[in-house]
């Protein structure tokens, strides 16, 4: 059984800076993209973030220039770290993960608000 588990929400000022972490156990070959997902109350899940195995990176347009994210291949992990956070980045984030001949898995979740 494949599981992710997220880390690293919170509360933060606007302006602020918060880091996402997030690893998948299990029986795992191998994982194509990793990424993070965001939803707010009332809107739909949106991409944040994404990252394939060679290091291709993909971002949405709302955080390019404040979001990183990074993956380690040999801990099966990825981090968004999140700077210049503004309230409407408030929302629960996701991660999600491509697993080779297995398909999307998701994480359960953890809450990001930005709020002075």
């Known amino acids: 059984q494949v599981q992710l588990v997220e880390s690293g929400g919170g509360l933060v000022q606007p302006g602020g800076s918060l880091r996402l972490s997030c690893a998948a156990s299990?029986?795992?070959?191998?994982?194509?993209?990793m990424g993070w997902y965001r939803q707010a109350p009332g809107k739909q899940r949106e991409l944040v973030a994404t990252v394939t195995r060679g290091g291709n990176t993909n971002y949405a347009d709302s955080v390019k220039g404040r979001f990183t994210i990074s993956r380690d291949n040999g801990k099966n992990a990825v981090k968004l770290q999140m700077n210049s956070l503004k309230p409407e980045d408030t929302a629960v984030y996701y991660c999600?993960?491509?697993?080779?001949?297995?398909?999307?898995?998701w994480g359960q979740g953890t809450q990001v608000t930005v709020s002075s």
């Open positions: 299990g029986t795992i070959v191998s994982i194509d993209t």
């Open positions: 999600n993960a491509d697993l080779k001949w297995m398909g999307a898995y």
